[in-house]
């Protein structure tokens, strides 16, 4: 391979690949997926120079491919959602017949757990492996509210779900995810 | 105003209200329900808490082997 054309390749990928990892690693539920996305984003920006408007920062216009790339991956979790059940149901019973909270799923009071602070290394560890417990859809609703701050409206949208599923994914979201920390992190 | 509502509408109405997507009756229901149910309320300051620590988790960086995978795979291409 020329050693020039080398050179640009290890120049982009020491100046960008990091950000754009980064920003995948925090959206999406493995490590390797994340890779794959990155590797795809370059890909695509680095065959298709000659559509780059040099005006614009490269760093921008790489994000935005990412983006691109991170909707496609979240809608391919959502096709065919309707016939599945397992991206909307509970695996465990959080609620009893009543819909009120199961006993064993009790929320407990963390304050009395003032060792355990919430902002430590470990923590952020923690709450990304829970995060990454979640069901695809099921975090990526979650990501797309809470990282990126979109309404539910364009949300459903991007993904093409129904509201009503919308609301479920995000209680499913919020329940385990608050369960799984308190678990392995709060109370452990 | 009207009836009371249980847990799991709780924690489901806690997140339409951040939309303001709750309707006034609605909105007194959540309230009441949360000054009677210590449960929900601690749902609610623990999420409340775990989506703000969300967005600080530091993000991790792409490993060197994978980098130099992707060095290898830019300079094969051509079209550059």
Redesign the interface.
């Given at each position: 391979?020329p050693e020039q054309?080398?050179a640009?390749?290890?120049q982009?990928?020491?100046e960008y690949?990091?950000a754009?990892?980064?920003?995948a690693?925090?959206r999406v539920r493995n490590?390797d997926t994340a890779?794959d996305l990155?590797?795809e984003t370059?890909?695509a920006a680095?065959?298709n120079?000659d559509r780059y408007d040099a005006t614009q920062p490269l760093k921008g216009w790489l994000f935005a491919i990412l983006k691109n790339k991170l909707i496609d991956h979240y809608r391919k979790s959502a096709a065919g959602l309707a016939g599945r059940t397992d991206q909307l149901a509970d695996e465990v019973g959080f609620?009893d017949e009543?819909?009120?909270?199961a006993g064993g799923f009790?929320?407990?009071?963390?304050s009395t757990r003032a060792d355990k602070q919430?902002?430590t290394r470990e923590?952020?560890k923690i709450?990304?492996a829970c995060?990454n417990r979640l069901k695809e859809l099921q975090a990526a609703v979650?990501s797309m509210k809470?990282?990126d701050d979109m309404?539910?409206e364009e949300i459903c949208r991007e993904l093409g779900i129904s509201s009503n599923n919308y609301?479920v994914l995000?209680?499913r979201a919020?329940?385990q995810?608050?369960a799984c920390?308190?678990k392995n992190w709060v109370m452990r | 105003m009207g009836h009371k509502i249980?847990?799991?509408?709780a924690?489901?109405y806690l997140?339409?209200k951040e939309?303001g997507?709750l309707t006034l009756r609605q909105r007194y229901q959540l309230w009441r329900h949360l000054m009677a149910c210590s449960?929900?309320k601690?749902?609610k300051i623990?999420?409340s808490?775990?989506?703000r620590?969300?967005?600080?988790?530091?993000?991790?960086?792409?490993p060197a082997t994978?980098?130099a995978?992707?060095?290898?795979?830019?300079?094969?291409?051509k079209?550059?």
């Open positions: 391979m054309l080398r640009h390749a290890a982009w990928v020491h690949a990091d754009l990892y980064g920003y690693w925090q490590e890779k990155v590797q370059m890909l680095w065959r120079m609620f009543a819909d009120h909270w009790y929320p407990q009071d963390w919430l902002n923590f952020y709450l990304h995060k979650f809470y990282l309404d539910s609301w995000m209680h919020k329940v995810l608050r920390l308190e | 249980t847990c799991a509408q924690v489901d997140s339409k939309e997507k449960l929900c601690l749902f623990q999420t808490q775990l989506i620590s969300v967005r600080q988790v530091p993000p991790d960086t792409m994978d980098k995978v992707l060095i290898d795979r830019l300079g094969a291409e079209n550059c």
